[in-house]
């Protein structure tokens, strides 16, 4: 069972101004937007009403509303991207079973974004709205559901770079969005070519996020090895 429970404005007035001018640069039909945290709520059991009490006071956070965000306008529902859970999920998850909501399986929330007027380039709104790294759209509140789906880990795929050579690299840099460098890709042959093996998209997805993660000692002419 799948509880949604809408809660706060979520923009400052800065932040409202801000991405309101971002919009009508690309879109300048756009009238007003609004946005609005939506927690979406897993149960293991349907709440009574005591229970409900409580979880509603433990999701009444931040500013009080001045009027109802998500009543016009189209919507935009940004949540952390399908198939993570996020930072905010396991805080508030553990913050509801220590109020005594064990039927809680999991918390998630996301921000309904309502966008009023004419919409020219969708494309540059999304932009505008969600990290596509971290986040995703969704069309419509009740789509929340699959923020909870459960999917069986898919098995290691092998990239074929002792029988394909750099081009089975190259193909997987692209694929998984590994950007990857030219030398660092001359350094993954090299070296799985004495290996005697190819590597696999873990492998290359955990070299990419290293790489990513102490990018300054490449500004600081450091070597790989």
Known sequence: MILTIVGAPA??????????????ETNPGVTD?????V???????RLDADEMAVLE???????????HELETG???????????????????????????LTKVGRLERGIGYRIEGTIDDRRAILGALHDRMTQAVLEDISDGKHLFERHEPRPLCQVPILSEGRPALERANSELGLALAPDEMDYLIDNFTRL????NDVELMMFAQANSEHCRHKVFNADFV
């Open 74 to 100: 189209e919507l935009f529902l940004v949540v952390p991207r399908l198939g993570t859970i996020s930072p905010w999920s396991s805080k508030a998850t553990d913050i509801t079973h220590i109020c005594g």
């Open 196 to 199: 005697g093996r190819s590597p």
């Open 39 to 45: 927690h979406f709520v897993k149960l293991t059991e």
């Open 11 to 24: 923009l400052s007035k800065a932040t409202y101004k801000r991405l309101l001018g971002i919009i009508v």
């Open 33 to 37: 937007i609004g946005a609005e945290y």
């Open 57 to 67: 006071q433990v999701l009444k956070y931040g500013p009080r509303k001045r009027r």
